[in-house]
T-cell receptor
Framework: QQPVQSPQAVILREGEDAVINCSSS?????VHWYRQKHGEAPVFLMI?????EQKGHEKISASFNEKKQQSSLYLTASQLSYSGTYFC???????????????FGQGTILTVHP | DAGITQSPRHKVTETGTPVTLRCHQT?????MYWYRQDPGHGLRLIHY???????DKGEVSDGYSVSRSKTEDFLLTLESATSSQTSVYFC?????????????FGPGTRLTVL
């Protein structure tokens, strides 16, 4: 079952902050975050693992609440380059045969204006 | 950037014709995946491979078959294309098996079935 992302779209001015949420009905091993610009391939941002720490680089960070099977992506002081569609991909609890398979959410469109 | 290429990049074909898409990697990664991307659905896994000649179905595998005879090549075949298979197809690779199993995506193939 596909994880649910919210909001579906968000519009920001440069310098504003945003939070994108990803929620699953399944017990998760990991959550991946990707960003895709129009006409391009998705690009990996970060992985959060069950039992792992909150991740982040520069002004983009993420958390993983294992009890709620939810992850949130935090974008602070947004830049024009942050515009794109953000996808979460979830990996179910491993039973030795996960093979890294991901189930992606439907995406959140982020638009940053000057 | 990970060395992944897809061919062709664009293809227009007619209903009922066979179509083969190729994914080629130079990273020697064990795991390879085929996704389709449609508006409102995000990325959906079609088939994946966890080694040479080792493949399995994803969530939307009907009408598709795959083959992997070499580590570097993963082929996706539409035996008899239908209009519902009009989509953008992405190949991805991953080392997987460990905790840092981020997926790297190819540039995509835009397929139109008339």
């Amino acid at each position: 079952q596909q994880p649910v992302q919210s909001p579906q779209a968000v519009i920001l001015r440069e310098g504003e902050d945003a939070v994108i949420n990803c929620s699953s009905s399944k017990a998760l091993y990991s959550v991946h975050w990707y960003r895709q610009k129009h006409g391009e391939a998705p690009v990996f941002l970060m992985i959060l693992l069950k039992g792992g720490e909150q991740k982040g680089h520069e002004k983009i960070s993420a958390s993983f609440n294992e009890k709620k099977q939810q992850s949130s992506l935090y974008l602070t002081a947004s830049q024009l380059s942050y515009s794109g569609t953000y996808f979460c991909g979830t990996e179910d609890l491993r039973g030795g045969t996960s093979y890294g398979k991901l189930t992606f959410g439907q995406g959140t469109i982020l638009t940053v204006h000057p | 950037d990970a060395g992944i290429t897809q061919s062709p990049r664009h293809k227009v074909t007619e209903t009922g014709t066979p179509v083969t898409l190729r994914c080629h990697q130079t990273e020697n990664h064990r795991y390879m995946y085929w996704y389709r991307q449609d508006p409102g659905h995000g990325l959906r896994l079609i088939h994946y491979s966890y080694g040479v000649k080792d493949t399995d179905k994803g969530e939307v595998s009907d009408g598709y078959s795959v083959s992997r005879s070499k580590t570097e090549d993963f082929l996706l075949t539409l035996e008899s294309a239908t209009s519902s298979q009009t989509s953008v197809y992405f190949c991805a690779i991953s080392e997987a098996g460990g905790d840092n199993n981020e997926q790297f995506f190819g540039p995509g193939t835009r397929l139109t079935v008339l």
